[in-house]
Every structure is written in C-alpha cells, then in structure tokens.
C-alpha cells in the first residue's frame, strides 16, 4: 500500500519530495544533526505528503515520525510537543487509519468534507482559550517558550480532531502550527549550533504542504 501510494503521486509531488528530502539530507550532514533528526524530518515530510493526497499510508510515517519527533522535542524541552507525539499522535495513527478506512472512496482517497463559518468562528474561541491554559500550565512545569508551545499543541489537537472527521478547514490549523513549529526550532537551531536543522527543514516543508493540503482537499469537496 505504502508503494503505491507514493507511486500514484503526480510528477509535481514526486519532485517536491525529492527536493525536501535531498535539502533535509544535505544539510543534516552539514550541520552535522543526529541520524534520528534526518529520520525524523525525512518520515514527516513523507507523512503529510501523503495526507495532502488523502492518501491512509500516511498514517504509517506518522507512526515512524511521532516516535523520533517525541524524543527530539523531549531534548531541546519541548514538553508539550513530547507529550502531544508520544501519547496523542501516537495512538491517533491507529484511529486515524480505522476511521479512514471506513470512508474511503473508490481507489484509495479518503472522502473530504468542511466545516461551515460559524462553527469555525466558534472553534477558534475555544481554541484560543485552551492555548492561554496551556501557557499557565507550561509556565507552572518550566517549559520552555510557554506560548509557542502551548498554541503549537493546542492547534495541533484541534487540526487532528478535525483530520480524523476529513474536514478541509485541518489545514488552516496545521498553516499556523507550521509557522509556530518554524520560530521555535529556529530558536533551538540557532542555541544548539546546528542541531535540529533537520527538524526545522520539516516544519518548513510541512508549511509549503499545508497550503496546499488546504487547495487540494477544498477544490474535491463534493
């Protein structure tokens, strides 16, 4: 299935993730980042490709990705990142894939569908509020960049929640995520001289993706 998958991608995509992964390769190496930094960036990139396509494979690399990403966002004390890999990412790869497979259409892409405004309106209130809760819980246990992280994992939960029901508005979720992943890990790159450009290579391949995963889902509503 995973062969498949990938096989099935356009031209574009297939480029597009040849681009990211020799640019996440060569300057890992560079850099001189850890082998489960390039693993890591290489399974993510692989993964939400895959979910831009509605392609269920994707769930496979997430699986690779949530467990590398955890331990990474656990060094550089990213706590709330851990957490939300390891004990909420982690088993969403087997829900996510369960309730996938049950709304497949003919061939192998997930049905999409979206959200109208004014429960979008209501889920970005809710949203904001949970954020400034996570910034007083992280300020309490010492994390660091409170702010960053919390609406990092706030925002990442709710775009799960809505990937998981195959809503197109995930995708606004996952653009502001990406920007939150990009400053904090230039933050990180920049204190641990080059450790974690692998990492944020990701994120700004995740960025590029997400724009796209947001026109692509939208334009097949049917």
Not at 4 to 21: G, H, N, P, Q
Not at 30 to 58: H, Q, R
Not at 79 to 92: A, E
Not at 188 to 212: E, H, K, P, Q, R
């Amino acid at each position: 299935m995973i062969y498949k998958d990938i096989d099935t991608l356009s031209v574009a995509r297939k480029s597009y993730l040849f681009v990211m992964l020799t640019i996440i390769v060569s300057l890992s190496l560079y850099w001189g980042d850890t082998w489960y930094g390039m693993l890591s960036a290489f399974s993510g990139v692989m993964c939400v490709v895959l979910v831009a396509e509605k392609k269920i494979s994707n769930f496979a690399w997430g699986f690779i990705n949530c467990l590398l990403y955890g331990f990474i966002s656990y060094k550089n004390g990213f706590f709330g990142d851990m957490s939300l890999n390891w004990f909420v990412y982690l088993p969403f790869q087997f829900v996510g894939f369960y309730l996938w497979n049950r709304s497949m259409q003919e061939g192998s892409e997930v049905i999409t569908k979206s959200l109208d405004w004014v429960n979008v309106f209501n889920l970005a209130l809710l949203t904001a509020f949970i954020v400034y809760i996570g910034h007083e819980i992280l300020v309490m246990y010492g994390g660091n960049h409170p702010w960053l992280d919390s609406f990092n994992v706030t925002l990442s939960l709710v775009a799960t929640v809505l990937m998981a029901k195959r809503y197109a508005e995930q995708w606004l979720c996952w653009i502001l995520v990406n920007l939150s992943g990009i400053a904090m890990w230039i933050q990180a790159t920049m204190v641990n001289g080059g450790d974690g450009v692998a990492t944020l290579i990701m994120w700004s391949a995740f960025l590029i993706n997400s724009l796209y995963g947001y026109y692509n889902w939208k334009s097949t509503i049917k």
